[in-house]
């Protein structure tokens, strides 16, 4: 069993940055993958951000891209999401999620073993 606790969520305004970060109790696997979702009220949870804890190979939705940067510090167990430029389409709270196995639609939400308790992200105009 792996926790997962995300921190770094608040309210900003429009153009500013944040950067959210999310500690796993253990260590990944080497085939892991470690992504941000975030759910607005009202809305289905959507996929933000990925990266692949072996390599550090990273993954962007579209929205996003150019704005956020995923990272990691594998010698802490922990992703981060630097989000720069918001706007107030960012507002949700967003989760960090852990798929041990490296799935292949890992753009899916019911591909993650593993959720946080989600921090939340509030922009203002």
């Known amino acids: 069993q792996v926790q997962l606790v995300e921190s770094g969520g608040g309210v900003v305004q429009a153009g500013d940055s944040l950067r959210l970060s999310c500690a796993a109790s253990?260590?990944?696997?080497?085939?892991?993958?470690m992504s941000w979702f975030r759910q607005a009220p009202g809305k289905e949870r959507e996929f933000v951000s990925s990266?692949?804890?072996?390599?550090?190979?990273?993954d962007y939705a579209s929205s996003v891209k150019g704005r956020f940067t995923i990272s990691r510090e594998t010698a802490k167990n922990t992703v981060y999401l630097q989000m720069n430029n918001l706007r107030p389409e960012d507002t949700a709270v967003y989760y960090c999620?852990?798929?041990?196995?490296?799935?292949?639609?890992?753009?899916?939400?019911?591909?993650?073993?593993?959720w946080g308790q989600g921090t939340q992200v509030t922009v203002s105009s």
């Open positions: 990266i692949r804890w072996s390599g550090g190979n990273t």
């Open positions: 999620a852990l798929d041990q196995v490296r799935s292949v639609q890992y753009w899916r939400q019911d591909q993650y073993d593993y």
């Open positions: 253990r260590r990944p696997s080497n085939s892991a993958i």
